[in-house]
């Protein structure tokens, strides 16, 4: 089975702070995404990697970064963290030409 | 651009009742059509998906059927338990967007004993 996890469940920060979200995956996948999930708004995609050292905008990318040094792990940023980026943010890693994507447990964010 | 409408929750039932979750797209290419469902605690998982007009897709008692002329997709379970209480996503891939997922707003179910 697909596994794909993440490096914490529960995190709290203060506004200000440079958080870092971590996710690994062990099936060998190229794609790796990071969404974030707000009731009523579904999953909105902040950004996505085809590939090790590539990245690409989703579609609310303002105030995140991403990296991807390894094929397996694509960490989240949030340089400055705001009130507004509390939420429950989900890592997914899809096989490249497959539709599927596996997601990972979530890691909920409070920004105090 | 591509968007995805799903009815808003949340959907209370008792055990063993019919559930049905609307689900209609706009899409500029020709989607795959996607339900993930996410546990209590958990991350989303898929639950079937239909790749063309009319195909039917089918998973633990669940249904949908990709409907193009009503650009819809709508979930049906004919008998719920209480362990299919959870957040039901509708979602679509488009090829024309290079493959990236869009989502509905989710539609969370509780279903009563």
């Known amino acids: 089975d697909v596994k794909v996890t993440q490096s914490s469940r529960y995190l709290v920060k203060r506004t200000g702070e440079k958080v870092f979200l971590e996710c690994v995956q062990d099936?060998?996948?190229?794609?790796m995404f990071w969404y974030r999930q707000d009731p009523g708004l579904g999953l909105r995609l902040i950004y996505f990697s085809y590939d090790v050292k590539m990245k690409e905008k989703g579609d609310i990318p303002e105030g995140y970064s991403v990296s991807r040094e390894k094929k397996e792990r694509f960490s989240l940023i949030l340089e400055s963290a705001s009130t507004n980026q509390t939420s429950m943010y989900l890592c997914a890693s899809r096989a490249r030409g497959w539709d599927e994507q596996f997601f990972g447990p979530g890691t909920r964010l409070t920004v105090l | 651009g591509n968007s995805v409408t799903q009815m808003e929750g949340p959907v209370t039932l008792s055990e063993e009742a019919f559930l049905t979750i609307n689900c209609t797209y706009t899409?500029?290419?020709?989607?795959?059509l996607f339900w993930y469902v996410q546990y209590p605690g958990e991350g989303l998982q898929l639950l079937l998906k239909?790749?063309?007009?009319?195909d039917k897709g089918s998973n633990k008692g669940f249904e949908a059927t990709y409907r193009k002329e009503t650009t819809s997709f709508h979930l049906e379970k004919g008998s719920v338990q209480v362990s299919d209480s959870a957040v039901y996503f509708c979602?679509?891939?488009?090829?024309?967007?290079?493959?990236?997922?869009?989502f509905g707003g989710g539609t969370r179910v509780l279903v009563k004993p």
């Open positions: 099936m060998d996948h190229e794609n």
């Open positions: 979602a679509l891939s488009d090829t024309a967007a290079g493959n990236k997922l869009t």
């Open positions: 239909a790749t063309k007009a009319d």
């Open positions: 899409a500029t290419g020709y989607p795959s």
